[in-house]
């Protein structure tokens, strides 16, 4: 089978009940498509994803809570390195939050403030950080709790404030929250928007995309929602057996069958995914939590 890539990453590394997410929704008979609705979403008056004007107290309140000053000025005054008796402290070259990660902390911070009287719901972990979540709930934000694999959103009332996580919301989700008449706080990260942005590229040219990422993780849920055909690979593995299966074997001259394949990313492909079309002309994309290395090596075949 001859193939054609086409490559368009987002590397910087940053992290729903599972469902299985569609790039084109229907409403009654018509269809329509997930980029232009978002770019309505984003239009409302109940949408915000800059935050409401407390930013320095926001971001005061945050380094009070994670910072720790004194030991950070210790590891940096001895080479990022200290010693307490027979235990070693090490400062690894990259700490703290990205900037992706201190964006959507600060705005969900900057929500209850603005909004102190009303129900402020989570539609995930906020990030997967215990602390931040726990601390978010001290504040009185909760997360929309999830029963038998779905979302109660029957939970959130009108006028409600509920907050999009850093890992983005599935336009499915989009969807349903423009119905409930509440307040959109949106703290995606830019750069998983950034990848939606890719995935929407690959269906406007009817390639498949490719997506290295977990495909039970919330950010990637959220991103196959923005894609046409997509196939999702975990690691090396995945994507070797995924190539072996482009070229008609593998080196050791095993090959697999369509059903195995089909078998084996049941829940990983989109609705009426064929491999033996589908993978004709693919573009790659990547959750961007998983290490920038594995996904430049998973697409260097």
Known sequence: MAISLHLQFSLIPARLPQIRPSSLIRCGESEFDAKVFRHNFMRRKDYNRTGYGHKDQSLKRMGDKYASDNLMQKLKENGKEYRWGDVTLKLGEDYGFCWGVERSVRIAYEARHQFPDRTNWLTDEIIHNPTVNQTLGEMGVKIIPVKEGKKQYDLVAKGDVVVLSAFGAPVQEMMLLTQKNVEIVDTTCPWVAKVW????????????????????????????????????????????????????????????????????????????????????????????????GETECSAGW
């Open 197 to 292: 942005h890719s995935v929407e590229k690959h269906k406007k040219a009817e390639y498949a995309s490719i997506i290295h990422g977990k495909y039970a993780h919330e950010e990637t849920i959220a991103t196959a929602s923005f894609a046409g055909t997509y196939l999702i690979v975990k690691n090396i593995k995945e994507a070797t057996y995924l190539c072996d299966y482009i070229l008609g074997g593998a080196l050791d001259g095993s090959s697999s069958t369509k059903e195995a394949f089909l078998e084996k990313f049941k829940f990983a492909v989109s609705e009426g995914f064929d491999p033996d079309k589908d993978l004709e002309r693919v573009g790659i994309a990547n959750q961007t939590t998983m290490l920038k």
